[in-house]
């Protein structure tokens, strides 16, 4: 079995693009912090809690070398949102020589998600992809920052890339295998029939 799957690729191409997000209330008690020691168990924690609901697979068999070998990297950079000292969510950048920056990952966890924190960490984020983009040793004149998302995440994950000023710049539908959502354990994605 397989289902129709929408991927859209956006981008800004000016640091004046980016729309930044009103931050979520001081009371809320979320600040933003960079993962500096690289750590594949924090990771691929971020990447299974923010994922699973939302069917990331990819990563999910990565060997804790890879892990490690890839956030190692010079300009790969994991930024974590914190609620009152409980992660959040988080985006996970990965610069390009050329002066191109990638939004790899970026996502909440699922009891995070509607509290303006999505807005807020995605604006920090991509301020932080231009401060790369821009600085990057090497890069080519024209700087840029990217993402795709698809009809398999979150519902409002397109918008909000676009209320952060990112613009669509191509389209692709294809078909993807169905697969259980994984959460953040084995399991964990099932829904459960109505009494338990």
């Not at 409980?86 to 990638?102: D, K, Q, R, S």
Request: glycine share 12%.
């Amino acid at each position: 079995m397989s289902h129709s799957v929408t991927t859209w690729y956006l981008e800004q191409t000016a640091r004046e693009q980016l729309a930044p997000a009103q931050a979520p209330p001081a009371g809320q008690g979320v600040r933003i912090a960079r993962s500096e020691v690289p750590s594949p168990e924090f990771s691929r924690f971020l990447y299974t809690a923010v994922g699973g609901d939302v069917l990331w697979t990819d990563r999910l068999a990565w060997p804790y070398a890879r892990w490690a070998e890839y956030l190692g990297r010079p300009g790969v950079e994991t930024w974590v949102a914190y609620e009152r000292g409980t992660p959040a969510g988080f985006i996970e950048l990965e610069a390009h020589p050329e002066g191109v920056v990638e939004i790899a990952y970026f996502g909440l966890l699922p009891g995070f998600r509607g509290r303006r924190i999505g807005g807020h960490l995605l604006s920090y984020g991509t301020a932080r992809a231009w401060d790369l983009a821009e600085r990057w040793p090497q890069r080519a004149r024209t700087a840029r920052v990217w993402v795709h998302t698809c009809s398999d995440d979150g519902p409002h994950a397109k918008a909000n890339y676009e209320r952060r000023g990112f613009q669509l710049f191509d389209t692709k539908v294809g078909e993807e295998p169905e697969v259980p959502a994984p959460g953040p354990w084995p399991g964990a994605g099932r829904a459960l029939p109505a009494g338990e």
